[in-house]
């Protein structure tokens, strides 16, 4: 199984940054914006071998942000797969493919250094996530890749 805290801190030293949209066109992964009707969040494809993130317009900024975290995690992790697709309520599923996306997507939007300092502070993780702006679930993936 591939190492994917080497793999994002690579990136972020590659790229000189954390944002998901800048690696993605730093990496040739094109990213669409569409206004999705139902609970489609975005998703990720592959098609003549070019790489695709579709987000959904609709989305505010910051949940725009992790959902390209995330969908920039199966572009790169799972390239071999033709589509994710991340709906509102699978978010955080239990499947190995969705995993592997979201610790992506933990290790390249949380700071790890930044992190340490707030669990010095008793911070909950709650207010860790509202510092990040991401979902709570994120810190905790995050917390778990440091153990």
Avoid at 15 to 42: C, H, M, S
Wanted: net charge neutral; proline share 4%; charged share 25%.
């Amino acid at each position: 199984m591939v190492n994917i805290r080497i793999r994002v801190k690579n990136l972020i030293r590659k790229y000189d940054t954390r944002n998901p949209l800048k690696i993605a066109k730093e990496t040739g992964i094109q990213v669409i914006y569409w206004p999705f009707p139902d609970q489609t969040k975005g998703y990720s494809v592959k098609m003549l071998r070019n790489k695709f993130i579709v987000i959904n317009s609709l989305l505010d900024d910051v949940s725009r942000e992790v959902v390209a975290a995330h969908e920039l995690g199966h572009a790169i992790l799972h390239s071999s797969c033709d589509t994710y697709c991340l709906r509102e309520y699978t978010l955080f599923p239990i499947g190995p493919y969705e995993r592997q996306a979201n610790i992506f997507a933990a290790e390249l939007l949380i700071d790890e250094k930044d992190l340490n300092e707030y669990i010095l502070c008793n911070m909950c993780n709650e207010d860790i996530a509202s510092c990040f702006n991401v979902p709570v679930q994120l810190i905790e993936y995050k917390l778990e890749s440091l153990r």
